[in-house]
């Protein structure tokens, strides 16, 4: 089993970057294939980024891809979403998710556990 920490938030300007918190635990870590979504109020949550166990392969969404960037040490039990050039629509909750299989990376119900979601704030 896993567990993961999401604590806190951010408040950063615009242009500047963030990581969202995400801190697995758990010594089968890297049994584990993790992804990143996030939820705007209203709306559906929506995939972000998935990472395989090895970290190898990553797959994201059209819409993240060139300023978000996914990575996991499983030597140190760490995965992380770096958003780079931050802008004002990416403000909204960041959820990281870890699964020990599926078929889907970028569907929801896939994920079996999940952070409680962290606020990310961009100031323009």
């Known amino acids: 089993q896993v567990q993961l920490l999401e604590s806190g938030g951010g408040l950063v300007q615009a242009g500047a970057s963030l990581r969202p918190p995400c801190a697995p635990s758990?010594?089968?870590?890297?049994?584990?294939?993790l992804g990143w979504f996030r939820q705007a109020p209203g709306k559906d949550r929506e995939f972000v980024a998935a990472?395989?166990?090895?970290?190898?392969?990553?797959d994201q969404a059209d819409s993240v891809k060139g300023r978000f960037t996914v990575s996991r040490d499983n030597s140190k039990n760490t995965v992380s979403l770096k958003i780079s050039s931050l802008k004002p629509e990416n403000a909204t909750v960041y959820y990281c998710?870890?699964?020990?299989?599926?078929?889907?990376?970028?569907?929801?119900?896939?994920?079996?556990?999940w952070g409680r979601g962290t606020q990310v704030t961009v100031s323009s």
């Open positions: 758990g010594r089968t870590f890297s049994s584990y294939k």
């Open positions: 990472i395989s166990r090895t970290g190898i392969n990553i």
């Open positions: 998710a870890a699964t020990p299989s599926l078929s889907d990376p970028r569907a929801t119900y896939e994920y079996d556990y």
